[in-house]
């Protein structure tokens, strides 16, 4: 008796299709929220004097060139010129990363060590708490998505988004503790945490880590490490000149 075994090397066409418009409007959806919020964010941090404030609206602003990028990448129809764009959308997404935390570390030192004292900001609180509700559900449709695609880009975009989750707890508690103890010390070092968690992502999508692509034959049984799901190989960044 013969069994036969079927191997799967990504999505069909028509999935991979559907696939990439999904994409597509998430990250408009991405891009739409997080102008918004950058608007919202920035006023407000200006007003309170807030390192927490105005980074978080500093990254609403670096999501929405990442959400771009990947846009840009989406935006053509043949799938051979998508993946042709992938690492520079990578790179672009990783430089976002890397600026966010420069400029929110400089000023996060600068608050403690006495040159300015963020102030109260219930504007930003409401805020903090509504991206805290609505980005987790934006970055796991895309993060869905990008994997079953095998589009390393929307994963690590989809990261952006998730960081921005992470981002809004961080920055609640800071708020919180300002306006409730008057610990002014606590946005300076929500801000610092945020720039260390920046650092991490950008440094992952600069070596392309966070999604795989389908895989040959060959290496289906590989061990699925990037949790993109079975018959995919993670990406290292690694070149072919390197392996």
């Given at each position: 008796?013969?069994?036969?075994?079927?191997?799967?090397l990504?999505?069909?066409?028509?999935?991979?299709?559907?696939?990439?418009?999904r994409?597509?409007l998430?990250?408009?959806?991405?891009?739409?929220?997080?102008?918004?919020?950058a608007?919202?964010?920035?006023?407000?941090?200006?007003?309170?004097?807030?390192?927490?404030?105005?980074?978080?609206?500093?990254?609403?602003?670096?999501?929405?060139?990442?959400?771009?990028?990947?846009?840009?990448?989406?935006?053509?129809?043949?799938?051979?010129?998508?993946?042709?764009?992938?690492?520079?959308?990578?790179r672009?997404?990783?430089?976002?990363?890397?600026?966010?935390?420069a400029?929110v570390?400089?000023?996060?030192?600068?608050?403690?060590?006495?040159?300015?004292?963020a102030?109260?900001?219930?504007?930003?609180?409401?805020?903090?708490?509504?991206s805290l509700?609505?980005?987790?559900?934006?970055?796991?449709?895309?993060?869905?998505?990008?994997?079953?695609l095998?589009s390393?880009?929307?994963?690590a975009?989809?990261?952006?988004?998730?960081?921005?989750t992470?981002?809004?707890?961080?920055?609640l508690?800071?708020?919180?503790?300002?306006?409730?103890?008057g610990?002014s010390?606590?946005?300076?070092?929500?801000?610092?945490?945020?720039?260390a968690?920046?650092?991490?992502?950008?440094?992952?999508?600069?070596?392309?880590?966070?999604?795989?692509?389908?895989?040959?034959?060959?290496?289906?049984?590989?061990?699925?490490?990037?949790?993109?799901?079975?018959?995919?190989?993670?990406?290292?960044g690694?070149?072919?000149?390197?392996?």
């Amino acid at each position: 008796m013969t069994a036969e075994i079927s191997i799967s090397l990504g999505p069909s066409p028509a999935r991979r299709d559907a696939l990439t418009r999904r994409i597509r409007l998430l990250v408009a959806a991405t891009m739409t929220y997080n102008v918004v919020e950058a608007i919202v964010a920035l006023t407000a941090g200006s007003l309170a004097s807030s390192t927490a404030l105005i980074g978080f609206g500093l990254d609403s602003v670096i999501e929405v060139s990442s959400a771009a990028a990947v846009a840009w990448q989406f935006s053509a129809a043949d799938h051979a010129v998508r993946e042709a764009r992938e690492q520079r959308t990578l790179r672009i997404i990783a430089v976002s990363f890397f600026a966010l935390a420069a400029y929110v570390t400089v000023d996060a030192v600068r608050a403690l060590t006495g040159a300015g004292e963020a102030g109260r900001s219930i504007p930003g609180i409401v805020l903090a708490a509504l991206s805290l509700a609505v980005m987790p559900f934006l970055s796991a449709a895309q993060r869905r998505a990008g994997r079953e695609l095998g589009s390393a880009s929307a994963v690590a975009d989809s990261k952006q988004t998730l960081l921005c989750t992470y981002l809004s707890a961080v920055l609640l508690l800071g708020l919180v503790l300002n306006t409730t103890l008057g610990w002014s010390w606590a946005d300076p070092m929500a801000a610092l945490i945020i720039a260390a968690v920046a650092v991490k992502e950008g440094r992952d999508a600069w070596r392309g880590h966070g999604c795989c692509a389908p895989s040959a034959p060959a290496a289906v049984a590989q061990a699925d490490t990037c949790g993109c799901g079975p018959g995919c190989v993670c990406r290292t960044g690694e070149s072919q000149e390197e392996r």
